[in-house]
């Protein structure tokens, strides 16, 4: 169990720094798509009655930005590659979008075509740039969801659990079967509160006294009696060293008296 937490650990100072260099990379696509967009704007607003040499700068300049985004999302990729972490699913979802942006590329690359052979096809341009824009859209929304499933990625690998209660409540939920025997085979995850331990840093129990039956080392937190609001009795549980308290288990079985 120890080396399993040990590995857990360190996964999840891997997985924050991974975290952390993706949202860079994302943003920066984020930013390139909303350039993208305002260059679409621009090209409809002045769609009709402007000038051919008008269409062509703006869909070179369309061009240039989508070079950009494929550029940035090359970029992810390689950093969810050279990741120890299972991030097969991230990684399809960027070569999804660079296949999106590559067919978006190729596209604007026959528009331009179209607007050296045939100036009447300009007319066309219109439709074919607010249909970019939606697919644009939709590879921002899969960036989005990228950013939200890396999230709770590393939300879920700081997930703690705590229960506080008598020793009747606690074989009654199957939490303890004795106080030398705290949790059975399977943890019954439903009776516990759940919470983050970057953010953990006190728990309060209605009772005179308390009891940490879960294995969690002493140095790593205090045990601080008092009085609420209404005079009633307190124990109020310090984490002092969240790392060192939450080692060995993220299961934290207290008895109150």
């Known amino acids: 169990m120890q080396k399993e937490n040990e590995a857990l650990t360190a996964q999840n100072a891997s997985i924050q720094k991974d975290f952390e260099t993706t949202m860079g990379i994302i943003n920066d696509v984020e930013n390139n798509l909303q350039a993208i967009r305002e260059a679409e704007g621009m090209m409809t607003m002045q769609q009709e009655g402007s000038q051919r040499e008008q269409i062509v ?17 090359d970029s992810l990729n390689d950093a969810l590659a050279k990741s120890n972490k299972n991030n097969a699913n991230l990684r399809a979802q960027v070569k999804k979008l660079q296949a999106q942006l590559a067919e978006k590329e190729e596209m604007i690359a026959n528009l331009q075509s179209q607007v050296a052979e045939k100036d009447g096809q300009i007319a066309n341009l219109n439709t074919q740039v607010e249909n970019l824009n939606t697919d644009l859209t939709n590879a921002n929304n899969e960036i989005e969801n990228l950013n939200t499933n890396l999230t709770n990625s590393t939300n879920e690998l700081n997930a703690v659990y ?10 009654a939920q199957g939490v303890i079967l004795s106080k030398t025997k705290v949790l059975r085979g399977e943890v019954p995850t439903e009776a516990f509160t759940k919470g983050d331990m970057r953010e953990l840093t006190s728990i309060t129990f209605n009772s005179k006294k308390a009891v940490v039956l879960s294995t969690h080392a002493a140095e790593a937190y205090n045990l601080v009696k008092g ?11 310090e984490i002092t060293n969240p790392d060192l308290f939450w080692k060995v288990t993220r299961y934290l079985v207290v008895l109150t008296k």
């Open 227 to 237: 009085v609420d609001a209404d005079g009633n009795k307190i124990v109020t549980l």
């Open 162 to 171: 705590y229960i506080g209660a008598t020793a009747k409540e606690l074989k």
């Open 57 to 73: 700068a703006e869909l070179l300049q369309l061009k240039e930005q989508m070079a950009i985004n494929h550029a940035r999302l």
